[in-house]
């Protein structure tokens, strides 16, 4: 198989971006329109690659684009793998960049001002796009690693006072999932001498092979549930994605969090099919817990950030439950799900984010945002679409999402988990509207009333608003994208032979 | 064709009330004519359709949406969707036009009308649906907007909030009840139907009411959450609570969702379903239970109310109990009954929910008690609530009165009912024209001299909506026959005839119309007699509010414990963390290790040195938690490390080991630097707030410790069988390789570990004699570059992080002049601060870029006049060691860099060993000194050429070689000094310099004096 040169796009060109910027680290404003540029180049060759996959995949052929970095075969060498699931990941991840970069461009916080912090925010979303195309373990470890770094940098800078301490204790939390990451890998490695993906699930599916590879399975599994901060790897969560600076807390909570899922999903459906159905079961029962826990700490906690934070808490329960009933509908609506999710949450965080920098303290306390959007209507426009979004109302894209989800849950028959996370969905509303009630339909009080001139532009969530608005009124072709996937996970041959060249 | 179009107007309209230049053009009455036209026109064109329905067509068109999730949007008119309809378009163009006199405000009328619209739009999509999808959609959008319009007036009022929400969780509960409820519908259907199970046609109202589900094994199932739905959205009892709160909302919203339209979306879908879910005991059992039920206390509770909004909604609430208890009846007897009533009702009550906007636009309050004598000042008014109150009461020749014949009628016990039923119709009855006589009584006749000061008199047009809903009463009363029998007729699909003068007059004999007489007498007689028994103390019923609340109490309880959980303190964090992961381990872990012979002594390369340096490892290890001074904790734990670098030498593996001294050396400096930094009392209350470090109880020890043993022994098994694992491999793949010379079989390349592939062919592939820099730099040179990146990003972190807290500039990219210039400046405006001058921020600007004169050189200390960086270590014979060191180091660096791809070390090492030298320097000279005298050592400069260079190097790969990384080979021939000149020696000059300026960094960054300096 031909090096598909387009696949080093969403990876180098932010990384190409991020090093420009360090150069110019006394210029902030150019720094600001350097990332700008990276992430939209980034999304246009992501867009290329989904694009050129979505056309095979519809025409029946394999639907797989790599490249072999430093062209050495695999498993030899590091190589880079756009299969269905990861060019969708890719996408939706670029797209949520160009807006956390574009919100960069009017973003008032003192921190985007030091020199360090672009170079970080592309060094992410280099990370990130890494995350989801490298197909060798290894080079997921240092991706991860990177993405942890860049953000831990990024929310210690931050200009809260807690960021630091937030900071320090998701770097401890996060050296801990390393260090089972890396664990997990040297079992494999040492198990069977390769570090390829493609190879290890081939190995692992075909043949006698030892039994400590499937036991690094725990390692692994735990490492991504502390990547999606699932009950309960959560704890680190809230704090970070709180007191990040907004445009890294919506990065945060959408798609830093997916990484984990991704990996989840590539646990379940290529490395480990054997497993699936124990790591299955491990999902369901803490995305449920997930989802009740994250919804009723959302509905019960005093900064508007964080109820966001609390949300993505439960709703990746939701997309965890999904994986982890793995029928293809199922996996269809965890994928419709994840994907969805990262622009709702996204928008509604950095529509908080614009709300809080009007106020006078620049806090995101519910108590200092006391009708605090209430002159501001277009912002509390945007807020209440995206709040009926993420409750899954239609006909916003979060319906699309529960439908799909409901329709999978139905498929595998699993009537308790079904009847709960309908259930849980419930919890969504009523938070939502606490919020939104409170920020935007009350009436000032003496404390909130004065509020600065000029804050956070909101064009950037305004878009991400807009996009969630279009993918539920036309859901069809990230349907379509989303069941080619899964079509394709189901038959990992594909994958494994793009890879391996078998 | 039409149909769709005749629904999407609203929606059009509704989006050009959204920008402001529409109620700019048109103004006030350009607004009120529009939308009421529109909808007026909507009527008519509906009512094209009424002749085609009634022979029993069914129009529809279907549009695919999303075929992969079965999503459809199908329009469906067929005689019960048409009255739906025509309701929705005909209240609406009389609320539209009332609502331009209602309000004041043009601004708040358009967006009162966008909302209005959009909900009417929903509606009409809800009454259409010809897909259960659709008719969902359409649900859901008639709660959101009904959440809009109760919080209309949310800024000012605190319970309109409260009631929006409230309404919309209550209803959206349902609704995913609801949701739920269909889609197991669908399966069932389609199960039944023995088609795909996902089809789209499985959702389509035609092949629903076609199916035969009722002997499906879920139907009691998706029966009772359709039921939930539809009893939430209709406010049956207990989930009626929602209604008379609503009451908040503008009084044209109220007419128009609260009792025309909105809350009949649960009648309208139980109606839809009931060819399919109908007719069983449970259906009729539900139905009647909760429709009677809701009838009576609704009834009840609407007599005691004071608000005219509040007796009004109870009295709706009351008239939809009616209505789906018919729908609850045997043998559709019911059918004819509710379709009247839902006509009647949408007439007669939204006309009084009007009225009582005026009377409340005009008074300033809808207090029963502030009320009366209305009729003086509000004829028109005071005419048609007579009209509207007699239609309610149920008095000839009013559609009520055709209503409530039809209602007595069908209950009667000579349908097989008990006497129950009759029972309970007849008293609500009775209590609702009481409800009607206390309307209009109490309002416009009691206390003909009540005075209002601040009277308002409404505009003229404000009247002509309710008066023309009022004859409408009286028409279709009159008129009965040859207006609503086609429509009735065609909704509940058979033909039937409409009277309003029973042919059997005799009461004993027509018991419908005895009892009917019965109400009539009796309702006036205790309105009559009312200030007996009205006010006398009361009951209050327990009602679903209390449950609501007591709901919300419940899950905000639950939350604030689970709160609680997030204490904070890292301790905990990790313990839960590592606790679920051993318990994986065990559970997960166990059932595949077990079997595993794990024998140590299978590794044959055992002595007794590396039994002593593992045995170093493990006590420097305890000795590190042992340690209470941090100091000598740091260091034991270095002694670890040195031990583990010993174990990688003996084993032998000299690059790891190269590696490993170096990272530890650097590691334990960094330490003990901070440490000396940082003082004792901060370091106890950062462990306290991450930590946890009060807390030390056995228990916390002994749960630490568990968890501990267990992860390590985990860890331990891992590694063993690891081991175990790769010997039983080998051996193996030997045993195979020989079989494969014996037998000449081929074997796929692919089984071989790759280590192997890579001690065969590195030398052949890339020219290097050493296997680990080759893969660092040349097959895994990916791997390098990122992990360069993550080791320069979180010096510069560190860098920025230890600049920040005290406000300073940061030093990236700038020299040391720069820096000296702006702590110069800062120490100006601290100075100008401390002796009490306030700064402004064009003040403190003007500072900011004033130059200020430093000293030329450094002084002989290397300090600008500061005793205070001077080290305590600078003595002639360390100043003199350091300034040798330094250019060995670098020599040995540059050494390190070109040989990298033959011997151990590589650019890594190479910029560990350069960045130890300035590390001493830092140490020796002190910070201004060392800035001053490496004056060109730049650290972010350093790491971003090096960043360059790297990603340069890999791009040229990719445009000069064969791949992105790829390695370039410079035809040298016999090269110099044994060198070869791959493009792996420029990658790790690049790797060389990042790692050398990111050491700097940090060691910048701590050495930096701090504030105290300052």
Not at chain 1, 206 to 220: E, F, H, I, N, Y
Not at chain 2, 33 to 45: H, I, K, R
Not at chain 2, 535 to 560: C, Q, R, S, V
């Given at each position: 198989?031909?090096?598909?040169?387009?696949?080093?796009?969403?990876?180098?060109?932010?990384?190409?971006?991020?090093?420009?910027?360090?150069?110019?680290?006394?210029?902030?404003?150019?720094?600001?329109?350097?990332?700008?540029?990276?992430?939209?180049?980034?999304?246009?060759?992501?867009?290329?690659?989904?694009?050129?996959?979505?056309?095979?995949?519809?025409?029946?052929?394999?639907?797989?684009?790599?490249?072999?970095?430093?062209?050495?075969?695999?498993?030899?060498?590091?190589?880079?793998?756009?299969?269905?699931?990861?060019?969708?990941?890719?996408?939706?991840?670029?797209?949520?960049?160009?807006?956390?970069?574009?919100?960069?461009?009017?973003?008032?916080?003192?921190?985007?001002?030091?020199?360090?912090?672009?170079?970080?925010?592309?060094?992410?979303?280099?990370?990130?796009?890494?995350?989801?195309?490298?197909?060798?373990?290894?080079?997921?470890?240092?991706?991860?690693?990177?993405?942890?770094?860049?953000?831990?940098?990024?929310?210690?800078?931050?200009?809260?006072?807690?960021?630091?301490?937030?900071?320090?204790?998701?770097?401890?939390?996060?050296?801990?999932?390393?260090?089972?990451?890396?664990?997990?890998?040297?079992?494999?490695?040492?198990?069977?001498?390769?570090?390829?993906?493609?190879?290890?699930?081939?190995?692992?599916?075909?043949?006698?092979?030892?039994?400590?590879?499937?036991?690094?399975?725990?390692?692994?599994?735990?490492?991504?549930l502390?990547?999606?901060?699932v009950f309960p790897?959560h704890?680190?969560?809230?704090?970070?994605?709180?007191?990040?600076?907004?445009?890294?807390?919506?990065?945060?909570?959408?798609?830093?969090?997916?990484?984990?899922?991704?990996?989840?999903?590539?646990?379940?459906?290529?490395?480990?099919?054997?497993?699936?159905?124990?790591?299955g079961n491990i999902l369901i029962i803490l995305g449920i817990i997930g989802i009740f826990f994250g919804g009723l700490a959302a509905l019960?906690?005093?900064?508007?950030?964080?109820?966001?934070?609390y949300s993505t808490f439960g709703q990746v329960g939701f997309i965890m439950v999904g994986i982890g009933w793995n029928t293809?509908l199922a996996m269809?609506g965890a994928?419709?799900y994840?994907?969805?999710h990262?622009?709702?949450?996204?928008?509604?965080?950095?529509?908080?984010?614009?709300?809080?920098?009007?106020?006078?303290?620049?806090?995101?306390?519910?108590?200092?945002?006391?009708?605090?959007?209430?002159?501001?209507?277009?912002?509390?426009?945007?807020?209440?679409?995206?709040?009926?979004?993420l409750a899954g109302?239609?006909?916003?894209?979060g319906f699309?999402s529960k439908l799909a989800l409901v329709r999978g849950g139905v498929q595998a028959q699993a009537w308790i988990s079904l009847g709960l996370i309908v259930g849980g969905g419930l919890i969504t509303l009523l938070y939502?509207?606490?919020?939104?009630?409170?920020?935007?339909?009350?009436?000032?009080?003496?404390?909130?009333?004065?509020?600065?001139?000029?804050?956070?532009?909101?064009?950037?969530?305004?878009?991400?608003?807009?996009?969630?608005?279009?993918?539920?009124?036309?859901?069809?072709?990230?349907?379509?994208?989303?069941?080619?996937?899964?079509?394709?996970?189901?038959?990992?041959?594909?994958?494994?032979?793009?890879?391996?060249?078998? | 064709?039409?149909?769709?179009?005749?629904?999407?107007?609203?929606?059009?309209?509704?989006?050009?009330?959204?920008?402001?230049?529409?109620?700019?053009?048109?103004?006030?009455?350009?607004?009120?004519?529009?939308?009421?036209?529109?909808?007026?026109?909507?009527?008519?064109?509906?009512?094209?359709?009424?002749?085609?329905?009634?022979?029993?067509?069914?129009?529809?068109?279907?549009?695919?949406?999303?075929?992969?999730?079965?999503?459809?949007?199908?329009?469906?008119?067929?005689?019960?969707?048409?009255?739906?309809?025509?309701?929705?378009?005909?209240?609406?163009?009389?609320?539209?036009?009332?609502?331009?006199?209602?309000?004041?405000?043009?601004?708040?009328?358009?967006?009162?009308?966008?909302?209005?619209?959009?909900?009417?739009?929903?509606?009409?999509?809800?009454?259409?649906?010809?897909?259960?999808?659709?008719?969902?959609?359409?649900?859901?959008?008639?709660?959101?907007?009904?959440?809009?319009?109760?919080?209309?007036?949310?800024?000012?009022?605190?319970?309109?909030?409260?009631?929006?929400?409230?309404?919309?969780i209550?209803?959206g509960g349902g609704g995913l009840a609801l949701f739920v409820g269909l889609m197991l519908?669908?399966v069932?259907?389609?199960?039944?139907?023995?088609?795909?199970?996902?089809?789209?046609?499985?959702?389509?109202?035609?092949?629903?009411?076609?199916?035969?589900?009722?002997?499906?094994?879920w139907?009691?199932g998706f029966?009772f959450l359709?039921?939930l739905g539809?009893?939430?959205?209709?406010?049956?009892?207990?989930?009626?609570?929602?209604?008379?709160?609503?009451?908040?909302?503008?009084?044209?919203?109220?007419?128009?969702?609260?009792?025309?339209?909105?809350?009949?979306?649960?009648?309208?879908?139980?109606?839809?379903?009931?060819?399919?879910?109908?007719?069983?005991?449970?259906?009729?059992?539900?139905?009647?239970?909760?429709?009677?039920?809701?009838?009576?206390?609704?009834?009840?509770?609407?007599?005691?109310?004071?608000?005219?909004?509040?007796?009004?909604?109870?009295?709706?609430?009351?008239?939809?109990?009616?209505?789906?208890?018919?729908?609850?009846?045997?043998?559709?007897?019911?059918?004819?009954?509710?379709?009247?009533?839902?006509?009647?009702?949408?007439?007669?009550?939204?006309?009084?929910?009007?009225?009582?906007?005026?009377?409340?636009?005009?008074?300033?309050?809808?207090?029963?008690?502030?009320?009366?004598?209305?009729?003086?000042?509000?004829?028109?008014?005071?005419?048609?609530?007579?009209?509207?109150?007699?239609?309610?009461?149920?008095?000839?020749?009013?559609?009520?009165?055709?209503?409530?014949?039809?209602?007595?009628?069908?209950?009667?016990?000579?349908?097989?009912?008990?006497?129950?039923?009759?029972?309970?119709?007849?008293?609500?009855?009775?209590?609702?024209?009481?409800?009607?006589?206390?309307?209009?009584?109490?309002?416009?006749?009691?206390?003909?001299?009540?005075?209002?000061?601040?009277?308002?008199?409404?505009?003229?047009?404000?009247?002509?909506?309710?008066?023309?809903?009022?004859?409408?009463?009286?028409?279709?009363?009159?008129?009965?026959?040859?207006?609503?029998?086609?429509?009735?007729?065609?909704?509940?699909?058979?033909?039937?005839?409409?009277?309003?003068?029973?042919?059997?007059?005799?009461?004993?004999?027509?018991?419908?119309?005895?009892?009917?007489?019965?109400?009539?007498?009796?309702?006036?007689?205790?309105?009559?007699?009312?200030?007996?028994?009205?006010?006398?103390?009361?009951?209050?019923?327990?009602?679903?509010?209390?449950?609501?609340?007591?709901f919300?109490?419940i899950i905000?309880?639950i939350g604030?414990q689970l709160?609680?959980?997030?204490?904070?303190?890292?301790?905990?964090?990790?313990?839960?963390?590592?606790?679920?992961?051993?318990?994986?381990?065990?559970?997960?872990?166990?059932?595949?290790?077990?079997?595993?012979?794990?024998?140590?002594?299978?590794?044959?390369?055992?002595?007794?040195?590396?039994?002593?340096?593992?045995?170093?490892?493990?006590?420097?290890?305890?000795?590190?938690?042992?340690?209470?001074?941090?100091?000598?904790?740091?260091?034991?734990?270095?002694?670890?490390?040195?031990?583990?670098?010993?174990?990688?030498?003996?084993?032998?593996?000299?690059?790891?080991?190269?590696?490993?001294?170096?990272?530890?050396?650097?590691?334990?400096?960094?330490?003990?630097?901070?440490?000396?930094?940082?003082?004792?009392?901060?370091?106890?209350?950062?462990?306290?707030?991450?930590?946890?470090?009060?807390?030390?109880?056995?228990?916390?020890?002994?749960?630490?410790?568990?968890?501990?043993?267990?992860?390590?022994?985990?860890?331990?098994?891992?590694?063993?069988?690891?081991?175990?694992?790769?010997?039983?491999?080998?051996?193996?793949?030997?045993?195979?390789?020989?079989?494969?010379?014996?037998?000449?079989?081929?074997?796929?390349?692919?089984?071989?570990?790759?280590?192997?592939?890579?001690?065969?062919?590195?030398?052949?592939?890339?020219?290097?004699?050493?296997?680990?820099?080759?893969?660092?730099?040349?097959?895994?040179?990916?791997?390098?570059?990122?992990?360069?990146?993550?080791?320069?990003?979180?010096?510069?972190?560190?860098?920025?992080?230890?600049?920040?807290?005290?406000?300073?500039?940061?030093?990236?990219?700038?020299?040391?002049?720069?820096?000296?210039?702006?702590?110069?400046?800062?120490?100006?405006?601290?100075?100008?601060?401390?002796?009490?001058?306030?700064?402004?921020?064009?003040?403190?600007?003007?500072?900011?870029?004033?130059?200020?004169?430093?000293?030329?050189?450094?002084?002989?200390?290397?300090?600008?006049?500061?005793?205070?960086?001077?080290?305590?270590?600078?003595?002639?014979?360390?100043?003199?060691?350091?300034?040798?060191?330094?250019?060995?180091?670098?020599?040995?660096?540059?050494?390190?860099?070109?040989?990298?791809?033959?011997?151990?070390?590589?650019?890594?090492?190479?910029?560990?060993?350069?960045?130890?030298?300035?590390?001493?320097?830092?140490?020796?000279?002190?910070?201004?000194?060392?800035?001053?005298?490496?004056?060109?050592?730049?650290?972010?400069?350093?790491?971003?050429?090096?960043?360059?260079?790297?990603?340069?190097?890999?791009?040229?790969?990719?445009?000069?070689?064969?791949?992105?990384?790829?390695?370039?080979?410079?035809?040298?021939?016999?090269?110099?000094?044994?060198?070869?000149?791959?493009?792996?020696?420029?990658?790790?000059?690049?790797?060389?310099?990042?790692?050398?300026?990111?050491?700097?960094?940090?060691?910048?960054?701590?050495?930096?004096?701090?504030?105290?300096?300052?």
């Amino acid at each position: 198989m031909e090096n598909n040169v387009l696949v080093l796009g969403p990876i180098f060109l932010p990384f190409l971006g991020a090093i420009i910027a360090l150069i110019f680290a006394q210029n902030n404003r150019l720094q600001r329109i350097i990332g700008l540029v990276a992430s939209i180049a980034a999304w246009l060759t992501a867009c290329a690659v989904l694009y050129q996959n979505w056309d095979l995949a519809r025409s029946g052929q394999t639907a797989v684009q790599i490249y072999r970095l430093g062209n050495w075969t695999p498993p030899y060498g590091i190589v880079l793998v756009a299969d269905m699931l990861s060019a969708l990941f890719v996408v939706m991840c670029t797209t949520v960049l160009v807006g956390g970069f574009l919100y960069t461009l009017q973003c008032k916080d003192r921190c985007i001002t030091y020199p360090v912090f672009l170079p970080a925010f592309g060094m992410m979303s280099a990370a990130i796009s890494g995350a989801f195309y490298t197909g060798d373990i290894f080079t997921l470890f240092v991706f991860l690693e990177l993405m942890v770094i860049s953000s831990v940098v990024m929310v210690a800078i931050a200009d809260k006072d807690l960021a630091l301490e937030a900071a320090i204790k998701y770097l401890l939390i996060s050296a801990m999932g390393s260090l089972f990451l890396l664990i997990g890998i040297g079992a494999v490695y040492a198990s069977l001498g390769t570090l390829t993906m493609a190879d290890i699930g081939q190995l692992l599916e075909t043949g006698d092979r030892p039994l400590l590879a499937r036991a690094a399975a725990v390692m692994l599994t735990a490492t991504f549930l502390l990547k999606s901060a699932v009950f309960p790897f959560h704890f680190w969560q809230p704090d970070f994605h709180t007191t990040a600076p907004t445009p890294i807390s919506a990065m945060l909570s959408s798609i830093v969090v997916k990484v984990g899922v991704y990996g989840v999903i590539r646990l379940v459906t290529l490395l480990y099919r054997a497993e699936s159905g124990n790591i299955g079961n491990i999902l369901i029962i803490l995305g449920i817990i997930g989802i009740f826990f994250g919804g009723l700490a959302a509905l019960r906690t005093y900064d508007a950030k964080r109820v966001l934070a609390y949300s993505t808490f439960g709703q990746v329960g939701f997309i965890m439950v999904g994986i982890g009933w793995n029928t293809p509908l199922a996996m269809m609506g965890a994928l419709v799900y994840a994907v969805n999710h990262a622009f709702i949450k996204s928008a509604l965080l950095m529509l908080s984010g614009v709300v809080a920098s009007f106020n006078q303290y620049k806090s995101a306390k519910l108590k200092d945002l006391v009708g605090a959007g209430k002159q501001k209507i277009g912002i509390g426009l945007a807020y209440f679409l995206g709040g009926l979004a993420l409750a899954g109302v239609p006909p916003l894209n979060g319906f699309i999402s529960k439908l799909a989800l409901v329709r999978g849950g139905v498929q595998a028959q699993a009537w308790i988990s079904l009847g709960l996370i309908v259930g849980g969905g419930l919890i969504t509303l009523l938070y939502m509207t606490r919020v939104y009630v409170l920020i935007f339909q009350q009436k000032p009080t003496e404390d909130t009333a004065p509020q600065k001139e000029y804050g956070d532009s909101y064009l950037a969530p305004a878009l991400l608003i807009a996009i969630c608005v279009l993918l539920g009124l036309f859901s069809a072709p990230l349907v379509e994208l989303a069941r080619l996937t899964v079509e394709q996970l189901g038959d990992p041959t594909q994958y494994i032979h793009s890879v391996l060249g078998v | 064709m039409d149909i769709v179009l005749i629904n999407i107007v609203p929606f059009v309209l509704a989006l050009l009330m959204v920008f402001p230049i529409t109620r700019q053009l048109l103004g006030r009455n350009g607004l009120t004519w529009l939308t009421s036209g529109a909808m007026a026109v909507l009527f008519f064109w509906l009512l094209i359709f009424i002749p085609q329905v009634a022979d029993k067509n069914v129009i529809s068109h279907t549009y695919t949406w999303n075929a992969d999730l079965g999503l459809s949007l199908t329009w469906y008119v067929d005689g019960l969707s048409l009255m739906f309809a025509l309701i929705v378009t005909g209240v609406g163009s009389v609320v539209f036009f009332y609502a331009g006199y209602y309000m004041d405000d043009v601004t708040q009328l358009a967006k009162f009308y966008g909302f209005l619209l959009a909900f009417a739009g929903s509606m009409l999509a809800l009454v259409l649906a010809g897909n259960v999808f659709m008719l969902f959609i359409a649900w859901e959008g008639t709660s959101v907007m009904s959440f809009l319009l109760i919080g209309f007036k949310g800024d000012k009022d605190e319970e309109a909030r409260t009631s929006a929400s409230r309404a919309l969780i209550i209803t959206g509960g349902g609704g995913l009840a609801l949701f739920v409820g269909l889609m197991l519908l669908g399966v069932a259907v389609n199960v039944v139907n023995g088609v795909d199970l996902f089809a789209e046609s499985g959702f389509q109202l035609e092949t629903i009411l076609q199916a035969d589900v009722k002997s499906h094994s879920w139907y009691q199932g998706f029966t009772f959450l359709i039921l939930l739905g539809a009893f939430t959205k209709s406010a049956q009892f207990p989930f009626h609570f929602w209604l008379p709160g609503a009451m908040t909302a503008p009084s044209p919203a109220s007419a128009y969702l609260h009792s025309a339209t909105m809350v009949k979306a649960g009648v309208y879908l139980l109606f839809r379903l009931y060819p399919t879910l109908g007719k069983t005991n449970y259906w009729e059992s539900w139905l009647l239970f909760i429709g009677l039920t809701t009838m009576f206390i609704g009834a009840l509770f609407a007599i005691r109310k004071r608000d005219l909004k509040g007796l009004l909604a109870y009295s709706t609430v009351s008239k939809l109990g009616a209505i789906i208890a018919m729908l609850g009846l045997p043998d559709s007897i019911g059918l004819k009954a509710a379709a009247i009533g839902i006509l009647a009702h949408a007439l007669y009550k939204a006309t009084f929910f009007l009225l009582a906007g005026t009377i409340e636009h005009a008074t300033g309050t809808r207090n029963l008690d502030q009320l009366g004598g209305l009729r003086r000042h509000l004829p028109v008014s005071f005419y048609t609530a007579v009209l509207v109150g007699l239609s309610m009461a149920g008095f000839p020749p009013l559609l009520g009165f055709v209503a409530k014949e039809t209602l007595l009628e069908a209950m009667l016990p000579e349908h097989g009912l008990t006497l129950l039923p009759i029972i309970v119709v007849t008293s609500a009855s009775v209590l609702t024209v009481l409800a009607a006589f206390l309307f209009v009584w109490d309002v416009f006749v009691s206390r003909a001299d009540q005075q209002y000061p601040h009277f308002h008199a409404p505009h003229n047009g404000i009247h002509i909506g309710p008066a023309l809903l009022a004859v409408m009463s009286l028409l279709t009363g009159i008129f009965i026959a040859p207006l609503l029998e086609s429509i009735v007729g065609s909704a509940i699909g058979k033909d039937i005839k409409l009277y309003l003068i029973p042919s059997n007059l005799n009461p004993l004999e027509n018991h419908a119309f005895g009892l009917s007489l019965l109400v009539l007498f009796a309702g006036p007689a205790l309105f009559v007699v009312r200030r007996y028994w009205l006010n006398m103390p009361w009951f209050n019923l327990p009602t679903g509010i209390n449950l609501y609340k007591a709901f919300i109490d419940i899950i905000e309880w639950i939350g604030d414990q689970l709160l609680r959980s997030q204490n904070g303190k890292l301790r905990y964090y990790l313990a839960v963390i590592m606790g679920v992961v051993s318990v994986l381990m065990l559970i997960g872990g166990a059932q595949n290790i077990h079997g595993l012979s794990i024998d140590i002594t299978a590794n044959k390369a055992i002595d007794s040195v590396k039994i002593m340096t593992i045995l170093l490892a493990i006590g420097s290890t305890a000795a590190s938690i042992f340690l209470r001074r941090h100091l000598l904790a740091a260091l034991s734990l270095g002694i670890a490390g040195y031990a583990i670098g010993g174990l990688f030498l003996l084993e032998p593996a000299p690059d790891v080991a190269l590696v490993q001294f170096l990272v530890e050396t650097l590691a334990t400096v960094l330490i003990i630097l901070m440490i000396a930094r940082i003082s004792m009392r901060q370091r106890r209350e950062v462990m306290n707030v991450l930590w946890d470090g009060s807390d030390d109880t056995h228990f916390g020890v002994l749960r630490d410790a568990a968890i501990a043993v267990i992860i390590g022994m985990s860890v331990g098994i891992f590694a063993l069988a690891a081991v175990d694992d790769r010997q039983a491999r080998i051996e193996t793949l030997e045993q195979v390789e020989q079989d494969v010379i014996d037998e000449g079989v081929i074997l796929p390349e692919i089984v071989r570990p790759i280590a192997m592939w890579h001690l065969e062919n590195t030398y052949k592939e890339t020219e290097a004699t050493d296997v680990v820099a080759a893969i660092l730099a040349d097959f895994r040179g990916t791997d390098t570059l990122l992990e360069i990146s993550v080791f320069s990003l979180a010096a510069l972190g560190v860098m920025t992080l230890l600049a920040v807290p005290k406000g300073r500039e940061i030093l990236i990219g700038k020299n040391v002049r720069d820096v000296m210039q702006s702590m110069a400046q800062s120490q100006e405006i601290e100075r100008q601060q401390s002796s009490g001058n306030k700064l402004d921020t064009s003040q403190m600007q003007q500072i900011r870029t004033k130059t200020f004169p430093l000293p030329e050189k450094p002084d002989q200390y290397g300090a600008y006049g500061d005793e205070h960086s001077i080290s305590r270590l600078s003595t002639p014979l360390t100043r003199m060691t350091a300034t040798v060191v330094l250019p060995f180091a670098l020599l040995i660096s540059i050494a390190h860099v070109l040989y990298g791809g033959t011997a151990p070390g590589d650019g890594f090492t190479a910029g560990v060993v350069s960045g130890l030298a300035i590390a001493v320097w830092y140490v020796i000279f002190g910070y201004y000194e060392t800035k001053g005298r490496l004056w060109w050592l730049r650290p972010g400069r350093l790491i971003s050429i090096g960043l360059v260079i790297a990603l340069g190097n890999a791009v040229l790969g990719m445009i000069f070689s064969e791949g992105f990384l790829n390695i370039m080979k410079l035809d040298v021939h016999n090269p110099p000094a044994g060198l070869h000149f791959v493009s792996t020696i420029v990658f790790d000059f690049a790797i060389y310099l990042t790692v050398f300026g990111g050491v700097t960094a940090i060691m910048e960054a701590i050495a930096h004096p701090g504030e105290e300096a300052l």
